[in-house]
């Protein structure tokens, strides 16, 4: 039950036609990646010493009501300006992090 009202809050399911189907399965692909690098965005900002602490509460918050009471994705909406910020700050750190490291060491390897 707690795992359909998730998938309702972030995708807004619509199986009519096969065209809706193709929407609501990309809609929701695009949505994971967005919540995987805001995830990490907020990894981040904690190991940075970030403020973050507010929108995390607003995001837990807006999350748990509507997951708990009436999971409809258009409740995920206002949470979407604060997951694209942090969705860019850890895409951002995440390209940074393999800009940075040294590349491998290819020793002994003759071409």
């Not at 490291?101 to 390897?109: A, L």
């Amino acid at each position: 039950m707690l795992f359909r009202s998730m998938y309702i809050f972030w995708a807004y399911p619509n199986y009519s036609t096969k065209m809706m189907a193709f929407k609501t399965m990309a809609f929701f692909a695009f949505n994971l990646f967005v919540i995987v690098f805001a995830l990490y965005g907020f990894y981040r900002a904690k190991t940075k010493s970030v403020f973050y602490q507010p929108f995390l509460w607003m995001i837990l918050y807006y999350y748990v009501i509507h997951i708990l009471l009436h999971a409809h994705s258009r409740y995920s909406l206002p949470l979407f300006p604060i997951l694209f910020m942090f969705a860019s700050f850890g895409l951002v750190e995440f390209v940074q992090n393999i800009r940075s490291s040294e590349p491998p060491d290819y020793q002994g390897i003759t071409t």
